[in-house]
């Protein structure tokens, strides 16, 4: 399914995230059930899967803290301070603002993008945000990254610290309008979400019983024994 059309007839997440399954949503959806009580999301990423399920109650989770971190920034802030405190960082750092000005201004152009010129400004922020302590504005940060990032995409390295080169992308306050409350929250009330950034062995406990558990790659996940000690009768749907 190309972009355009996901976006005609789904919500799609403000994340670029390695798995993410919105192109194939429209296979997905039909094979859930009609109704749903609780939706749980094993392994949520950009969550495109979630919210475009219509459920009762909703518990994304997923191993990555940072990724849980910043799924729940998304819900805490609205869209304007989101703007705004991207806009602080991008005058803050440097950033280019092709919004204001064109390619040539940044000595770049539309296939190579404006890399060369973000390059010193992301290392900064990069460098910044590995040592700044979890906050509204780590999380934001986080975004940034992402957004002028390699590929528009999230990765760590083994001491927690976002690792990612500077990517071609610049920055448009169109590509933030997605990163909305009423967007992400617009059939997913707060109080009817829950985020956990749970590891293998602790997942289950507590959920409901009819909870409809949505899980990406099955056989791998059995291996690592995330559904170890399930309670009995929780219903979990498996979608290849």
Known sequence: MR??????????SPLNYIGGKARI???LLPVFPEHISTFVD???????????TQADNYIYNDGNRELVGLLKMFLRLNTKTILKRMDEIVEHYGFSKTKDHNFAYYGGNPMKGVSRYNKEPFLLLRQDYNNSPRSNQHYIM????????FNNQMRFNYKGEYNLPVGKRYYRE?????VSHDLICSYHHLSRVWMSSAQRWSLG????????????GWGASVQKGWLAGRPRGMNARVVM
Do not use: H
């Open 25 to 27: 949503l429209d296979q």
């Open 3 to 12: 972009r355009s059309e996901m976006n005609s007839w789904f919500t799609v």
């Open 205 to 216: 406990k507590g959920w409901p019983l009819q909870a409809f558990t949505w899980v990406q």
């Open 42 to 52: 094993l392994f949520c990423g950009g969550c495109n899967v979630g919210i475009n």
């Open 142 to 149: 986080l975004y940034a990254l992402v957004v002028f990032g």
């Open 174 to 178: 169109a590509l933030f309008m997605i």
